[in-house]
């Protein structure tokens, strides 16, 4: 019976914990565990309708409703100020539903609630072994566990896509990015984007009173083609870049939050296999992609649907694994080449760049999104 499925996900992250979610609500058995001794405090989000309707499905729409904030257009801006473009999100996403803002901590801890599933804190696999009805898992710090399946919803970085699909390492995408929280003292009321050369700064409300903020730019990989390497971009460098720009990204790059702001490369993964007989991975850990298209936890929380949906029926876990992979795959494709494909036009030199968002952004967006309003 697929009922007693008896499953470890390692990460108690969105991925992670919407997975336990979702096969506790099919009567599975589900532990997790996780590397880190206290969660890791996120930042901001914005969730795009698809991906408040896969929460919806997890049980979250009221949760997700009362922790965030509608977001209802998206406006693309110069540099100085100017519009380019306003996408009003209900002709978007017609009757997928609305958009939202939230804190990652808000959503996490939402999931959390919801999932009813202990987090073992502070350790993670030290060695798995697959036999042929399960998998053999021996834990850092001691203990072991035999099971009918793991996921692995561990991250970008995930340890168990080494075992999965060994090689299958991040490759930086060109950007260094910096984000952060901070007072909404501007009171903006949308996802609002300023493009630059080389430059993109989005504010994105997640509260009544709080702002998102992501600063992004071009830069080549650093010195010895480790991505990871930013230690060079003090928050002084970084604002130099975006010299120039309209006076409210200015002022939000002066708050104390934004000097003290969390930088990372952007990366993206794209595994060979996804899964082995007992073993599969979820979220980042399979299909991680630039944050553009804002779809990182849509493709995550629809991974946990899935995924539940396919064991939820009789047959070899093989077999349903790779249903899983099959249904996934090609749109897990689809948002890393409309992310590629948003990255290259950024990139353009911004007199093409702004008057091709001036005559074409509408259609450009519903290009990328249609196909994300059908069901996963």
Known sequence: MSSSRNVLVV??????????????????????????????????????????????ELGLQDRVAHL???????????????????????????????????????????????????????TTVQSLTEYDSGVHVDFTGGGSGDYDL????????????????????PRYAGQICRRFLTDNHHAIDRWTVWLGRGTTFLAVPVSKDRLYCCADLSAPSPQGGEASDVAAWSAERFANRFAGFHPVVAHLLETPEAQDSYVSPIEEVSPRRWATAH??????????????????????????????????????????????????????????????????????????????????????????????????
Not at 13 to 38: D, F, H, K, N
Not at 161 to 166: A, E, G
Not at 290 to 305: H, K, R
Not at 307 to 319: M, V, W
Request: charged content about 25%; hydrophobic content about 40%; some cysteine.
């Open 150 to 169: 793991v996921v692995g919803a561990d991250g970008i970085r995930s340890q168990l896509r080494r075992t999965v699909s060994p090689g299958a390492e």
């Open 279 to 376: 073993t599969v991975l979820v979220g980042d850990a399979a299909h991680a992609t630039s944050p553009n298209m804002a779809q990182g936890v849509a493709m995550a929380v629809e991974d946990a649907l899935v995924l539940a949906e396919c064991l939820d029926r009789p047959g070899e876990t093989r077999d349903l694994l790779e249903e899983y992979r099959r249904r996934r795959l090609p749109r897990t494709r689809w948002v890393q080449a409309q992310a590629r494909k948003r990255d290259r036009t950024r990139g353009m030199p911004p007199g093409v760049r702004n008057l091709l968002l001036r005559l074409g952004a509408e259609r450009m967006y519903e290009s990328a999104y249609a196909p994300l309003r059908d069901r996963p």
């Open 11 to 56: 990460g108690a992250g969105i991925a992670g914990l919407s997975v336990a979610r979702a096969l506790a609500r099919r009567g599975m058995s589900v532990e997790i565990i996780e590397r880190r001794s206290r969660p890791a405090s996120g930042m901001g989000l914005f969730l795009p309708a698809n991906a408040v309707r896969a929460l919806a």
């Open 68 to 122: 965030g904030t509608p977001v209802r257009s998206q406006q693309l801006r110069d540099s100085r100020g100017a519009t380019l473009a306003e996408i009003y999100l209900s002709a978007l996403w017609k009757d997928t539903g609305e958009c939202v803002g939230i804190t990652h901590d808000n959503l996490r801890a939402a999931l959390a609630g919801a999932a009813r599933v202990p987090v073992r804190t502070g």
